[in-house]
């Protein structure tokens, strides 16, 4: 059930809106609506922001339905409204930023094309397989991003920055580029913090779902704060939260959240935050929205028919689709099975609430493992005039999350290497190994 507003002026209705961002004529909102929660639900608020269309003076956004959860309102709003800001900003291509041309003929430094993680070299030799592989000879056309780690002005592939992004004529096509490292925040610090959280969020996910790992279970309880928000916002009849710690070899807290309806489906959510309190409880915000939104149809069950291939599976609507199916539940298990508990309190650090400090911070623990985080700052003018920031984060190597189950994101080496790093398999896992089963990220 939702409330929606009927008014050019937004912020009439919304008084935290801002008017020049948010009117149905003018604006880059054209509307806003709330749900109602009911009874049964989470307590929390669920916003969603409808923009204009974009296609007369840029290409058209990826999407135009872009939502958002909080404890309040307004924090939905600002949610919302910043991932319709992203995506509106991220369709902005300026061609002459455009350079055609290889890895080895291009005269500035760029980054080197074997540290994207695309695609597995035996997907590459599958017949009609529609992406070319990035070598030093593949005629691209690139972009000026900025090394936050080397300091300097660093080359990469378009395909990685704007979204959408269709390959010109004279260009190989080598990539489909999904919302990942896309952020939008009120200073440049909290938006490139927010972008390489969501890039290391999709990867250590990647990673778990690809090797079926099993990782700490996180006691709620163990943190007061914690179990008191849970009880007053997020705990729902008939249904179990499973929280997981899924932080990687880079140690920053990565949670996994899986909200099982009892009788139904199965939802996730995921977060990372340089505080693993922060991470625990955007996750549970972001179950509750899934949760919200999607109630009817994880309670009763969706009736699609999916193939027994799940070769129909090719975005991320479609995988959430198929695990409202209860049957799926036994493939999400193997998450939840390990026995070693992670206390809030005593696992991690525990940071300040400064975006600076935290960047900071966290560009230190990528270093340390030897990785670059690569921004692009894609602010039109207009939405800079209104005190925003839209920033695309690339950590070249880290793993995109797959949305086409027929074509995994399986190149890179993050994959199979890190489990045998951090003691969670024995061995390597090659290619043919690696989960069959889509995920249900969503």
Known sequence: MYRKAMSNNLSSIYPFADPAVCNSKTGIVKDLFHWLPEPNDPSVFLMAAITNNSGRFAN??????????????????????????????????????????SYRDLKENAVHPDKFAYYHEKQYVTPKFPFKKLNLDTVVNWVKGYSLIQNKHVYIPAANVFLPYFHKNDEELIWHSVSTGLSCAKSKEEAILKGIFEVIERDCFSILWFNKLSMPKINIESDKVISELFEQYFETPNCKFHLIDMTMDVKVPTV????????????????????????????????????????????????????????????????????????????????????????????????????????????EILKRQGYDVIIYDLTTNDVKKRGYHVIRVVIPGFTEITNDHVIPRAGGTRIYEVPKKINLKDTVMNFEELNPIPHPFP
């Open 60 to 101: 058209e956004s990826a999407t135009n339905f872009n939502s958002g959860a909080g404890l309040t309102m307004e924090a939905a709003y600002n949610a919302a409204v910043g991932e319709a800001i992203e995506r509106y900003s991220s369709a902005f291509i300026n061609e002459e930023e455009l350079v055609l041309s």
């Open 256 to 363: 996994l959240g899986i909200l099982e309806d009892l009788s139904g489906g199965t939802l996730i959510a995921a977060a990372t935050r340089l505080n693993l309190k922060d991470a625990v409880i955007k996750t549970l915000i972001e179950l509750s929205q899934g949760r919200i939104s999607w109630k009817r149809d994880f309670v009763e069950g969706v009736q699609d028919e999916f193939k027994e291939d799940y070769s129909d599976i090719r975005d991320f609507h479609s995988r959430v689709r198929l695990f409202t199916n209860k049957n799926m539940k036994e493939h999400i298990e193997f998450a939840y099975q390990f026995n070693n508990i992670v206390n809030i309190n005593q696992a991690y650090p525990e940071y300040g609430n400064s975006h600076k400090t935290q960047l900071s911070i966290t560009l």
